[in-house]
């Protein structure tokens, strides 16, 4: 029943945060209810995750499932954890220069409400119900005060789009052969499928997922967008938001698929394979946008194209595929520093 109460709660925070989100307490009772949240979460216990019963939802034929995952339950803690404590940041000062503080706090907990949905996704229908949420209220958060983070938005709207179609077209294409959107007749299916087949799905949820993570070249997006979004929002959605491709990755192709599996894949007339590319798309994500940081004479750029590179260098240790480079790929996901939020 945790990961009921959990999605009940984080819901519940939304309507929450549109009653009192105008009060100059707000921020606090933000800190009450996403430390509830995270109470909740490690009430599943970090060990016994993989087991906690799953919440359903029957949609015509077919069953849309949640179910945390040791991975998802590593990711949602650390989410929830920030929103905490950009929701304490909101307090004092900060508060007192906003007139209404209603509209960030009420997007942020959309923003978790949507992440946990995402994380806790058990089939590719419950997963790309919370891919799109968090697309979506990622959009709001940029957009709530206007302005040039707006126009960053858009832009970041139409390449969230196009990735969110490519993974449509890969979830139909699983469906086909499957008959199902359960991950795991997909995995059990997928080493026996056409190798033009694995290469089109493989393609299709590599770039869609990459959009989110703005690996290169789908990263024009996110350095104007984070760098503009005003006040606190600017910190979760940096340190959080872009991360939710590398849990979609991790989930649907580079844990059950495997390593060995991408190295099968040889591009002709070349000497690379699948892995090879995803590394030299790491590699480069993560030298070329650290190099345009350090030329950047605004705090918040710098930190925006520095996150980007962090991108590249999670992407990379789940590409090599070793017990030390996953483990380092998510440590660096885990220490990634927020932007700081600049008063305007």
Request: hydrophobic share 60%; proline share 3%.
């Amino acid at each position: 029943m945790n990961l009921q109460n959990l999605f009940l709660v984080a819901f519940a925070t939304i309507g929450f945060m549109g009653w009192i989100g105008h009060h100059r307490a707000a921020g606090w009772f933000g800190v009450i209810a996403y430390a509830l949240q995270l109470g909740l979460l490690l009430s599943l216990q970090p060990l016994d995750v993989s087991g906690s019963a799953p919440f359903s939802i029957q949609f015509l034929e077919h069953t849309i499932a949640w179910k945390m995952s040791g991975i998802g339950w590593f990711f949602a803690c650390i989410t929830v954890g920030i929103a905490l404590f950009c929701s304490w940041f909101t307090v004092g000062e900060y508060a007192d220069r906003q007139h209404n503080m209603k509209l960030q706090q009420v997007i942020l907990a959309l923003n978790v409400f949507s992440m946990l949905i995402l994380l806790a996704s058990d089939d590719f229908l419950s997963l790309f119900i919370g891919w799109e949420l968090v697309s979506w209220a990622s959009f709001l958060i940029m957009t709530q005060r206007g302005g040039r983070a707006a126009d960053a938005a858009f832009r970041y709207l139409m390449y969230a789009m196009g990735g969110a179609m490519a993974i449509l077209a890969g979830i139909v294409i699983i469906y086909l052969h499957t008959h199902s959107f359960a991950f795991a007749d997909f995995w059990q299916i997928f080493p026996t499928l056409p190798q033009a087949t694995v290469w089109t799905v493989v393609v299709l949820f590599i770039s869609g997922f990459a959009v989110k993570m703005a690996i290169m070249p789908f990263h024009l997006w996110q350095a104007d967008a984070y760098a503009e979004t005003p006040g606190a929002s600017a910190a979760f959605i940096s340190a959080i938001s872009a991360s939710m491709g590398l849990f979609a990755l991790a989930v649907v192709l580079l844990q059950p698929v495997g390593i060995a599996q991408l190295v099968s894949l040889h591009i002709p007339f070349t000497f690379l394979n699948m892995q090879d590319v995803l590394l030299w798309l790491a590699v480069l994500t993560a030298i070329i946008p650290t190099f345009i940081a350090l030329q950047q004479s605004d705090a918040r750029l710098l930190l925006a194209w520095h996150g980007i590179g962090q991108g590249g260098l999670m992407l990379l240790g789940l590409a090599l595929g070793t017990q030390i480079s996953v483990a380092g790929g998510y440590c660096t996901y885990s220490t990634m520093r927020p932007i700081k939020p600049r008063f305007s």
